[in-house]
């Protein structure tokens, strides 16, 4: 389906402070300023101790946002319910900045559009905006620009790009991939 300006994004993964949640917030802030039927869904738990301390910061510095229902806060789910959530979504908003993530490749796989800071993530698959990396020093212009990239595709263009990602994770990151890579290692080895 093409994108419409009332965009479902989604993030889940825990909710700690390196997955970036403020950063995502701050996105749907400036989003919502100029297309107010944005919802953003987060979806995890914290960790730790600390985790917990951050989720009430975050949650008390955006209240104005999750108070009206542009974002809504959920705690970690099954498996099966995160995936009923992942495909009701238009775009999967994501700022962890380590390796890559597996619930990138996972939204890739299912074919929801991805927007990240991940850097092995951007050289691997790409941009959306065709014109950064991500390496900017304005990381949430960078995801607002990717996000109205994506948004401004026709339908051809966002259905072959999707194929292209989706195409991309399967052959470099399915299990049986994986299996026939980790076998290879041990051949070289011995």
């Known amino acids: 389906k093409p994108l419409s300006r009332d965009l479902a994004l989604i993030h889940y993964g825990r909710f700690d402070r390196s997955k970036n949640i403020g950063l995502l917030l701050?996105?749907?802030?400036?989003?919502?300023?100029?297309?107010?039927?944005?919802?953003?869904k987060i979806i995890g738990s914290p960790s730790t101790q600390s985790s917990m301390?951050?989720?009430?910061?975050?949650?008390?510095?955006f209240s104005e946002i999750i108070t009206s229902g542009s974002v809504k806060i959920l705690p970690a789910c099954l498996r099966t319910q995160l995936y009923n959530h992942l495909i009701e979504s238009d775009i999967f908003l994501h700022a962890f900045q380590g390796s890559l993530d597996k619930s990138l490749v996972e939204a890739t796989l299912v074919g929801v559009p991805v927007v990240t800071l991940n850097?092995?993530?951007?050289?691997?698959?790409?941009?959306?905006?065709?014109?950064?990396n991500g390496n900017s020093t304005d990381s949430i212009e960078f995801l607002v620009n990717e996000i109205l990239s994506l948004i401004s595709l026709d339908l051809s263009s966002l259905k072959a790009e999707q194929l292209r990602r989706s195409s991309l994770a399967l052959e470099n990151h399915s299990l049986a991939n994986w299996t026939v890579k980790m076998s290879n290692l041990l051949i070289e080895a011995d």
């Open 26 to 40: 701050q996105v749907a802030e400036k989003l919502i300023k100029f297309e107010p039927g944005m919802r953003l």
């Open 53 to 61: 301390l951050y989720q009430k910061k975050i949650m008390a510095q």
């Open 119 to 132: 850097q092995e993530y951007l050289r691997e698959f790409g941009t959306w905006s065709k014109t950064s």
